[in-house]
Structures are given as C-alpha cells and as structure tokens.
C-alpha cells in the first residue's frame, strides 16, 4: 500500500513564530487531507487538497502531486496550534484514506 | 448542526469481556467510518459504510470485531472478546459522499482493557 512520511516528527515552537510541516507519500494519489488533532484527541480538518494550494487564515497548504508532496504553513503561530497534524491520502488505485504518523507540535507563550 | 456522536467516550473492562461503541453520524451523511487509532500514531481505517453496505471491511478483524449500520443511520462496533491489544481509540467519522469528501470525526472512545 502507499507509504505516507510526515516530517519533523516533533516541532516546539514559541508563539509568534512560523513552521512548515512536510508530508511525503510513495504513489499518486487523488485525495490528500490535512487534520489537526488537539490535545483532547478531536480530529479537525483542516484542509482538502489533491493539488495546487490553498489558506485559510494563519494556514496555507500546498500540494506538488507530480513531486508527491505536500506542506502546511502555520504563521503567527499560537498555543492554541498544539497538537498532531496529520496528513492522509487516498491512492488513485484505492478507496481509503492512509494516516502518516503526524506531527507532533507544541507552541509555547 | 451536530457533529458526530459517539459513546461512551471512556471504557474499561477485562480481557475477554465484550464491548460496544456507538456512533451517530452528520445528519444527511452516506458514508461512515470506524477508525483505530493507537497511540502514537495515526488512525487506520477498521470499515466503511456507504448507507447500509459495508464497502470496505478488508482491516476489520473478523475473528472478534463486528459491526453493523441498521438503517444507513447509526452504527455500532463490536468486539467479543476483548484482548489487552485492543485498547486504543475508536474514531467514527462520517462524509456526505465517499473517501474523497471531507471526513468529520467524532470525539472517540478510549478503550482499556485490563
């Protein structure tokens, strides 16, 4: 099955400050989400993004499918931000979504 | 409008007893989802229906989980009996069309079994 590689694994950052969060994935794909989960396990998405880029307010995301590839930009990042970020594809071939393992962040005040 | 629902949100039990989860989805959503998600990682999809029909069951394991979607409304998962690495979190999460919509996610039940 695809293989979904998020990077960095962990990430603490102070308020204010910006980061980039990457995930990688082995074969093409038609679906590719980013969710956040908060520190009380909730799951949000944040993003559906095959393709191309978009934002929503302190976040952009960007999806290179030819490169199989995809970055969510966090600015101004608050505390409010912590939590896992997960990036899950949908491989053309298949009908699920593949979870990576996340991105494990911490914004500090 | 409600998000999904799911309960209890917290259970214990011994080994080998049984245990059930319930998820009601968005109201007006086709598809649902019963995910696993052990800690540390990400959720890994156990079933998915569309309506009625399980149209995805390949990672459910079938020796001691079931479920089913009475009415293409609610859903209840089953595990009968219950072994120590099954505690983990159980995500239901629901979508108006399939895989390739967005998938909303309901709070979770935290699962320890003793």
């Known amino acids: 099955g695809i293989q979904v590689e998020q990077s960095p694994p962990d990430l603490i950052l102070q308020e204010g400050a910006n980061s980039t969060l990457r995930c990688n994935f082995s074969?093409?794909?038609?679906?590719l989400q980013w969710f956040h989960q908060n520190p009380w396990g909730q799951l949000i998405n944040l993003f559906y993004i095959p393709s191309g880029t978009k934002q929503n307010g302190r976040l952009s995301a960007t999806t290179v499918a030819t490169e199989r590839y995809s970055l969510l930009y966090i600015s101004s990042s608050q505390t409010t931000d912590s939590g896992v970020y997960f990036c899950a594809v949908e491989e053309t071939s298949g009908s699920r979504l593949t979870f990576g393992e996340g991105t494990q962040l911490t914004v500090n005040p | 409008e409600a998000g999904v629902v799911q309960s209890p949100r917290y259970k214990i039990i011994e080994k080998k007893q049984p245990v059930a989860f319930w998820c009601n989805p968005i109201?007006?959503?086709?598809?649902l989802y019963w995910y696993l998600q052990n800690l540390g990682q990400g959720p890994e999809l156990l079933i998915r229906y569309e309506n009625e029909e399980a149209v995805d069951d390949s990672q459910l394991p079938k020796d001691r989980f079931s479920a089913e979607r009475l009415k293409g409304v609610d859903s209840t998962l089953k595990i009968q009996p219950a072994e120590l690495g099954d505690s983990a979190v159980y995500l239901c999460?629901?979508?108006?069309?399939?895989?390739?919509?967005?998938?909303?996610f309901g709070p979770g039940t935290r699962l320890t079994v003793l």
């Open positions: 109201s007006g959503h086709n598809t």
């Open positions: 999460a629901s979508s108006l069309g399939g895989p390739a919509d967005t998938q909303y």
């Open positions: 074969d093409s794909v038609n679906n």
